[in-house]
């Protein structure tokens, strides 16, 4: 595997960052995970207007031109003879002496790794779902901006793989569903109208959310962009979540409690196959 390292190409056993980049003492630096399916990306350049939105937020600099970073984003793939595979890309605010405050002579520090991805289990898992977990979400009022920053959503997901499930639901205090702990959530009420919560501060923008509502609109399925509870999504007819990594993937359990009768629902099924279609 190589990896790209601010502006190097290198073997990933030699791929470091510095102790001073300020990823490592502040998680002051952000990222992106796109996917590459059959030798194509997949949404990159809504992955690219993220990563620049999320940089914007943090007065980070871009490290480099958007058509430049295309170009090492486009080698590290080819130098990986991805063909299935994730692509991870970071940008810190870049290596400086220790300081909370902004550095002023920081350049920002660029990363990518890439790695092969077996899609095939993806499909095969969204046949049969997956069964969630619930915990409260402890995360901070920024939760829009894709920082590496990701201490509540390891302790979250790791919750989940004790407990036998796929993925962790977080709460927030009205007991309203923010997100998963690396997905974005819906659900299909029983008159079969789509509900995902609204775009806030509470949670990421996913890009596969926003394909997902494409699909839901040429399928004339009713959509409301809204927060529903945890009890509200466990009456419902069904769920599933979404992310790069993940697609659409029915959710067939929360907690202890089945959705629908414990199968993926008809309408996520739709969906689901519309998004891996789309992606071929
Ligand atoms: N996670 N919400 C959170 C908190 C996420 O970390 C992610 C993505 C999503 C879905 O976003 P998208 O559809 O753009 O992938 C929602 C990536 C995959 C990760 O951290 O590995």
């Known amino acids: 595997r190589i990896a790209y390292v601010n502006g190097a190409y290198l073997p990933m056993d030699t791929a470091f960052i510095h102790i001073e980049d300020r990823a490592n003492q502040f998680a002051d630096a952000v990222y992106e995970v796109v996917t590459v399916y059959n030798g194509r990306f997949i949404d990159m350049d809504a992955h690219i207007d993220r990563l620049e939105r999320s940089l914007n937020e943090l007065h980070i600099q871009m490290p480099m031109a958007r058509s430049a970073m295309m170009v090492v984003l486009a080698e590290t793939a080819r130098k990986n003879r991805a063909t299935n595979a994730i692509l991870y890309i970071q940008v810190s605010r870049g290596i400086v002496k220790r300081d909370h405050a ?3 002579a920081a350049r920002p ?11 095939a289990a993806v499909k095969a898992r969204a046949e049969k ?6 915990t409260p979400d402890i995360r901070w009022g920024r939760c829009d901006i894709k920082s590496t920053s990701l201490l509540p959503n390891v302790l979250a997901k790791q919750a989940a793989k004790e407990q036998g499930a796929a993925e962790a639901i977080m709460l927030d205090e009205a007991g309203n569903i923010t997100e998963g702990s690396s997905t974005n959530v819906w659900m299909v009420t029983k008159d079969g109208v789509l509900v995902t919560r609204s775009i806030d501060d509470n949670i990421l923008p996913g890009i596969t959310r926003a394909a997902v509502m494409t699909i839901a609109r040429d399928f004339q399925i009713k959509i409301e962009e809204r927060a529903f509870s945890l009890a509200e999504a466990q009456n419902a007819a069904e769920m599933f979540l979404t992310s790069s990594t993940n697609c659409a993937m029915p959710i067939i359990m929360v907690d202890t ?4 009768d414990g199968k993926p ?4 099924k739709r969906i689901v196959d519309a998004y891996w279609s789309m992606m071929e």
């Open 257 to 260: 409690k089945k959705i629908g």
């Open 109 to 119: 520090c660029l990363t990518v790794t890439c790695r092969r991805f077996d899609f």
């Open 102 to 104: 902004f550095p002023v």
């Open 265 to 268: 629902g008809s309408t996520t």
């Open 129 to 134: 779902g997956i069964k969630t977990i619930t």
